[in-house]
């Protein structure tokens, strides 16, 4: 799987919004904890984003809507994948890959919370 360096001022602030949540809360919690306490936190910082964002499929003429669901797009320029698992597999970061085919943004953060140091847990990906 093709890893990227983080480029964009956009991932850097939410990579440090996620840290910040991180280190209020440590590992082991559930996904959906740590997704709510960022928005709240990309929300207070005025940064606009979309949860669970519904992602359609196209194959020929068909059609399939809402197939996938991304956790996150903020300002339509990022799409961020929370996980809190033991590890991250490339199952994810394949997720990760077609959230950014289908959703036509350009880079795509991929982190887990459950992990000691939040930066050993993210990912960036950009759209090839």
Do not use: W
Not at 2 to 28: D, E, F, K, N, W
Not at 75 to 90: A, G, H, Q, W
Not at 100 to 124: E, M, P, W, Y
Request: proline fraction near 4%; charge should be neutral; charged fraction near 20%.
């Amino acid at each position: 799987m093709p890893v990227t360096l983080v480029t964009s001022p956009l991932a850097q602030t939410v990579i440090g919004h996620a840290i910040s949540v991180h280190r209020a809360l440590g590992p082991g919690l559930f996904e959906h904890a740590y997704g709510q306490c960022l928005e709240y936190e990309l929300e207070s910082h005025g940064i606009a984003f979309r949860r669970q964002v519904p992602l359609s499929l196209t194959y020929g003429t068909l059609r399939l809507a809402d197939v996938f669901r991304a956790d996150l797009i903020v300002e339509d320029e990022l799409v961020v994948e929370l996980k809190s698992i033991e590890r991250l597999l490339p199952i994810h970061h394949a997720q990760a890959m077609t959230y950014l085919k289908l959703s036509g943004v350009r880079q795509a953060l991929l982190i887990n919370f459950n992990v000691r140091k939040l930066t050993d847990g993210i990912k960036s990906f950009l759209a090839q």
